[in-house]
């Protein structure tokens, strides 16, 4: 049976300093992934302790085997560190809580940091002009053949500068620059790949998911692509996307989005990402501000008529709110409350003067009370209000 190599192949020379040292980090990609200068020394390390064998072979065609060397220091052995016949200033306790896998993918990211290439093989040829770390090993082999784990290597669906989306395989992991960095709370409808810089820890995770979650945020929002919108606003419980709140900060949304979650905001159940409400009302009155029109004289009428009753018998005082017309709020919305404005789209006439008065008499609760549309105090308040009615009616107090 043939002998496997595992090769890590890179251009140009390794200067052994950078074995030797800790916090020397000369890569010359101007956004490395690896940036500690520590990864290649964990790397080698754990390697050995796990009984793998490894060798450089330089610029020059120059064999240098690592391997084992034990010290006893105050009663305990180490196993230090060697390079050909150089004891190092590290042992096979450097990475401790490590496993095979991060090793590999140490030496996997030094690689892709330093545009070379990797392989398995029978055979080990030196190459002009490259630099080669050669593994031997089943673990490590095995690393190799399911690196798809730690790495990511789908095509994506969408991207931007900042992010791809991948289609998603129900797996919480999110990665950076192709790399498994870290879980969300819950597994995700899509995949998701960082592209702009974030802060790693040393041991390779995402210091801050929250800049994870906000980057997926705003791309998600900005999709033109009608189905990732679909697949992702339609998220169920229990699924990372329908807790990302998208009413946390103003982000730009896209026409495709607004359409799609719109369509989500009516509906009454819990089956949906509560938040999708909200960022479509505050996103319907910035878009309709310009889209004032004026109405006809029966629908002037219409109006004046709803605001008398709400004003004498609901016990409404508009004299603070500013009603306007607009030409529209979008599908299914037939009225809006912001800061003390009342939206009234034209669509909202056509369904009579009462259906009018009702939707007057809900945006002027928003404006007046502060009340949530399908919240416990609305509800509240309006069985309050009708026994009161009920009161006025009979003449008597309950």
């Not at 960022?279 to 501000?289: G, I, L, N, S």
Request: hydrophobic share 35%.
């Amino acid at each position: 049976m043939k002998n496997e190599y595992l090769i890590f192949k890179t251009p140009g020379p390794i200067d052994l300093d950078v074995i030797r040292t800790f916090g020397i980090n000369v890569k010359e990609n101007d956004n490395p992934i690896g940036h500690f200068g520590t990864g290649l020394k964990y790397a080698i390390a754990i390697c050995l302790r796990e009984g793998i064998g490894i060798k450089l072979i330089t610029l020059e065609n120059n064999e240098i085997e690592f391997g084992l060397k034990t010290k006893n220091i105050r009663g305990k052995e180490f196993e230090f560190i060697t390079m050909g016949d150089e004891a190092l200033g590290f042992t096979t306790e450097l990475g401790k809580n490590w496993d095979l896998s991060q090793a590999y993918r140490e030496l996997h990211t030094n690689t892709m940091d330093e545009s070379g290439s990797i392989y398995v093989t029978d055979q080990i040829a030196a190459e002009a002009g490259h630099t080669q770390i050669v593994l031997t090993g089943r673990g490590i082999i095995n690393e190799f053949h399911s690196s798809d784990k730690t790495f990511l290597k789908s095509t994506p669906l969408a991207e931007c500068p900042a992010l791809e989306i991948h289609q998603g395989d129900q797996s919480s992991k999110f990665y950076y620059r192709g790399i498994y960095v870290g879980d969300f709370n819950n597994p995700s409808v899509m995949k998701y790949n960082l592209i702009e810089e974030i802060q790693l820890t040393e041991d390779r995770t995402a210091k801050n998911i929250w800049d994870i979650q906000k980057s997926v945020t705003m791309m998600l929002m900005l999709q033109d692509d009608k189905d990732i919108i679909k697949q992702t606003l339609h998220a169920s419980q229990g699924e990372f996307e329908h807790g990302i709140d998208y009413d946390y900060n103003s982000y730009e949304a896209s026409e495709e989005w607004l359409a799609e979650a719109r369509k989500l905001s009516h509906d009454y159940s819990d089956r949906y990402n509560p938040t999708i409400k909200a960022a479509v009302k505050k996103r319907t009155a910035y878009d309709v501000k310009k889209e004032i029109v004026e109405i006809n004289e029966l629908q002037r009428k219409m109006l004046a008529k709803s605001i008398a009753f709400c004003e004498e018998v609901l016990d409404c005082d508009f004299s603070d709110i500013n009603i306007i017309t607009v030409k529209s709020l979008g599908q299914y919305v037939l009225g809006m409350a912001d800061s003390e404005k009342i939206f009234l789209p034209v669509n909202t006439f056509d369904f009579g003067t009462k259906y009018l008065a009702a939707t007057l008499y809900e945006e002027y609760l928003h404006v007046s009370q502060g009340l949530e549309d399908e919240s416990r105090d609305l509800q509240n308040f309006l069985f309050h209000k009708i026994t009161s009615l009920g009161e006025q009616i009979t003449g008597e107090l309950l």
